[in-house]
């Protein structure tokens, strides 16, 4: 009611919020962190352009990891299943989640992906984001860590065009090296973009065709496996929300 | 095109802030978008006015405040100018982001309360 006379009207009032658009998708995503966290998983989303070699990649972690690891993956593909067939054929257990016409994930896709899915046995868990550059960087998805696949054929100044993408990147895969004889691309210009927008820049050169560099990948996921907090596998996290589903917590 | 997916979780907040305190109309707001929080602005405003139709926003005017991306020593404090190594060349440490250099944030909503 109106302060001023009490005559019955509606006053306008300015209500401070001061909230991240996203804090429902943020939510979800801390949601995901702890049940990956709690059932020891290490979840890690991967991004790069269409065609960067994300899937290639995933294969040759598959050969390269020679069984150590049991290997899941979740792709996000607008309209086809052939990468998550493809890499089930290379023994990565796999997930398509269609998004239509969206550009990027969201944590509630990837929540609603576990479902039915043994996610729970695995020791890691790949995110494989829609092919692009802008869009998948800014939702959380409840991942341990970013890495970008960026292929030498794009071009060097890719870091400085997506900023976002690469800032929020933990690790950078330079990807299809073996190409480099063929090309006039130079690495070490990649190297030096990438040092201008990720504070704390991190990168390995590989090639899934040839395995190179692929140690320095998988060993970089043993370190990233040691260092995570191991959980009891218990429901060790708080559920501030109603979820009517069951997987398994 | 994430522009629309973001606006779509703006009205939904909306509505749940004007329902909460049983606003007959929301007026006004006001959202920050960082230079480097993945937003195309101009984008962003188009996407909010083909959207708000119908929703409790329809008449809602908003205001986009953009909020500059400063990088500074995590160490020192001293700046380092955009497009330059992130690293300061004095105390060798990663450089930090100024506030909201990378957020979109709803600040204020304008609401009409019985």
Not at chain 1, 82 to 102: C, M, V, Y
Not at chain 2, 72 to 77: M, N, Q, T
Request: proline content about 4%.
């Amino acid at each position: 009611m109106c302060t001023t006379c009490g005559c019955g009207d509606t006053s306008l009032v300015p209500v401070d919020v001061h909230e991240k658009i996203l804090a429902g998708n943020d939510r979800v995503a801390r949601h995901n962190r702890e049940h990956f966290a709690a059932a020891g998983v290490l979840a890690l989303n991967l991004m790069g352009s269409p065609g960067a070699g994300k899937t290639a990649l995933l294969e040759a972690t598959a050969r390269a990891s020679g069984g150590r690891w049991r290997l899941g993956a979740v792709s996000g593909d607008l309209a086809t299943d052939n990468d998550a067939r493809r890499l089930e054929k290379a023994g990565i257990p796999s997930r398509t989640i269609t998004t239509g016409q969206g550009c990027h994930l969201d944590a509630e896709l990837v929540h609603a992906s576990l479902h039915g899915f043994a996610w729970k046995d695995l020791d890691l868990f790949f995110i494989e984001n829609v092919g692009n550059l802008v869009c998948p960087a800014i939702y959380d998805l409840g991942q341990a860590a970013n890495v970008v696949a960026l292929s030498v054929t794009e071009g060097e100044d890719k870091p400085q065009k997506y900023p976002v993408m690469f800032k929020g990147a933990d690790l950078v895969l330079i990807t299809k090296c073996d190409l480099l004889p063929h090309l006039e691309a130079d690495v070490s210009k990649i190297l030096d973009g990438l040092r201008r927008v990720m504070p704390r820049p991190a990168s390995i050169q590989v090639s899934a065709r040839t395995g190179e560099g692929m140690d320095a990948w998988i060993g970089w996921l043993e370190a990233r496996r040691a260092g995570m907090a191991r959980g009891t596998g218990a429901a060790a996290h708080a559920h501030d929300h109603d979820h009517g589903h069951g997987h398994g917590h | 095109m994430h522009e629309y997916s973001l606006v779509q979780s703006l009205v939904t907040r909306v509505e749940a802030l004007a329902l909460a305190r049983k606003a007959t109309a929301v007026h006004r707001l006001v959202v920050s978008v960082g230079e480097l929080a993945g937003l195309d602005p101009e984008l962003f405003q188009t996407a909010y006015d083909t959207f708000r139709t119908g929703t409790i926003c329809e008449r809602a005017a908003m205001e986009l405040r953009r909020v500059p991306a400063r990088w500074a020593c995590s160490g020192c404090g001293r700046g380092i100018p955009k497009g330059e190594v992130l690293t300061c060349p004095d105390c060798g440490l990663p450089a930090r982001l100024s506030a909201g250099g990378d957020e979109i944030l709803l600040e204020t909503i304008e609401m009409e309360v019985p």
